[in-house]
């Protein structure tokens, strides 16, 4: 499956933006999609993922309670609805594809399907 990340921008402190990865080559049916991201001089960090198969989500502590994970009804698309958000969320946002899950889904080393990224920048 090949992935295309999009939906990043500016945006002030508090604001919202949504992150789109769709999937071409196949659906995202059965695939565990995750979403990283990289801050300049950082490494790349969990944020969310989405279970294919039981539709389970999970999330980082600092996206707990500001961020949703989602897929669409034709799960061709998964989405990343990021709210109240702060200067420290800028970062490059990547998503990821795997199949079969993994109890290790946090970890950016247990994909090999990538999206190119999008940038997110939160202004004070």
């Known amino acids: 499956v090949q992935l295309q990340a999009s939906g990043g921008g500016l945006v002030q402190a508090g604001g919202s933006l949504r992150l789109s990865c769709a999937a071409s080559?196949?659906?995202?049916?059965?695939?565990?999609v995750a979403w990283f991201r990289q801050a300049a001089d950082k490494e790349r960090e969990f944020v969310a993922a989405?279970?294919?198969?039981?539709?389970?989500?999970y999330y980082s502590d600092s996206a707990k309670g500001r961020f949703t994970i989602s897929r669409d009804s034709a799960r061709i698309t998964v989405h990343l609805q990021l709210n109240s958000l702060k200067p420290e969320d800028t970062a490059v946002y990547y998503c990821?594809?795997?199949?079969?899950?993994?109890?290790?889904?946090?970890?950016?080393?247990?994909?090999?399907?990538w999206g190119q990224g999008t940038l997110v920048t939160v202004s004070s």
């Open positions: 080559g196949s659906t995202f049916s059965r695939f565990t």
């Open positions: 990821a594809a795997r199949w079969p899950h993994t109890v290790a889904y946090d970890y950016a080393s247990e994909y090999s399907n």
């Open positions: 989405f279970r294919g198969d039981t539709r389970a989500t």
